[in-house]
């Protein structure tokens, strides 16, 4: 099972489409910063960027 629930997340997008493009294009932003930074990721830019678009909508529903 994936954490955060995928179902969540889709709830407060447009589309599955949508989704899928905000955390691609968020997971290219974290990748291209940390090679730019000479930074080794400890974990791939996707499960970040999840992450990340998880914790702003929790933040929004509070």
């Known amino acids: ?12 997008c447009d589309s599955r489409y ?3 493009h905000d955390v691609a294009d968020e997971a290219r932003r974290i990748s ?5 930074d000479h930074e080794i990721m400890t974990e791939k830019p996707v499960t ?13 529903e509070d």
């Open 1 to 12: 099972m994936l954490n955060p629930a995928i179902g969540k997340l889709i709830e407060h």
């Open 18 to 20: 949508q989704l899928v």
């Open 32 to 36: 291209a910063r940390a090679e730019e």
């Open 48 to 60: 970040l960027a999840i992450n990340k678009l998880a914790a702003e909508i929790d933040d929004n």
